[in-house]
């Protein structure tokens, strides 16, 4: 079966603090994995893939095969960081159509 | 280029009525996917269409249909309406189906009282 599982509904920590967002995944293979982010009144939009190993605005996430994990992480919290955080996995790339599977969602409040 | 746009952006319907909710992909995508985001829920695959046929299909029941136009737009119909489909529905772009590339609208609320 095909999951992810986000385990925090609220993560409020203070400006400058580190943060990290959980992501577990449920997948027969290997999967890609996203982290899409939805800030107040604005669409779903994507923040990194793991295949790009890149970081955006601050954040990075390491795909754990072992733990099958894709925890979301930056040093220093800022207060526009606020917003709602979704995990999702699709298939392989090149392997069809594909579609999303979402977490239920973390979000993030950065206190001044 | 407007992205993805999805009309109407709000509804409330009757039980039992019929609903259709429209979807424009972003400029040069050929895919479009459709997702229910209820309450405190993390988005939903309904079903997915690509050269007017439909790919993919999540978990839902008949009645949610879909379909897509020569011009790559697509509509989802949700057929006697029940309560516990009052949800966000987001239609996602990309193109040839890779989930790589998703481009999402701002979605459509409905309401079914």
């Known amino acids: 079966a095909q999951r992810v599982t986000q385990p925090e509904k609220l993560l409020s920590v203070f400006k400058g603090a580190p943060v990290e967002l959980k992501c577990n995944y449920s997948?027969?293979?290997?999967?890609?994995l996203f982290w899409y982010v939805q800030y107040s009144r604005q669409r779903l939009q994507l923040l990194l893939r793991?295949?790009s190993r890149e970081s955006i605005k601050g954040f990075t996430a390491d795909l754990n095969k072992g733990e099958t994990s894709f925890h979301l992480k930056k040093p220093f919290a800022q207060e526009e960081d606020s917003a709602m955080y979704y995990c999702?996995?699709?298939?392989?790339?090149?392997?069809?159509?594909?579609?999303?599977?979402f977490g239920t969602g973390t979000r993030l409040l950065v206190s001044p | 280029d407007a992205g993805v746009t999805q009309s109407p952006t709000h509804l409330i319907k009757t039980r039992g009525q019929q609903v259709t909710l429209r979807c424009s992909p972003k400029?040069?995508?050929?895919?479009v996917s459709w997702y229910q985001q209820a309450l405190g829920q993390g988005p939903q695959f309904i079903f997915q269409?690509?050269?007017?046929?439909?790919?993919q299909r999540g978990n839902f029941p008949d009645r949610f249909s879909g379909h897509q136009f020569p011009n790559y737009s697509s509509e989802l119909n949700v057929n006697a309406l029940l309560l516990g489909d009052s949800a966000l529905y987001l239609c996602?772009?990309?193109?040839?189906?890779?989930?790589?590339?998703?481009?999402f609208g701002s979605g459509t609320r409905l309401t079914v009282v």
């Open positions: 996602a772009s990309s193109l040839g189906g890779d989930g790589n590339g998703y481009t």
């Open positions: 997948y027969s293979g290997s999967p890609e």
């Open positions: 793991h295949i």
């Open positions: 999702a996995l699709s298939g392989p790339r090149n392997t069809g159509f594909q579609k999303l599977v």
């Open positions: 400029s040069g995508h050929d895919t």
């Open positions: 269409y690509y050269e007017e046929e439909e790919r």
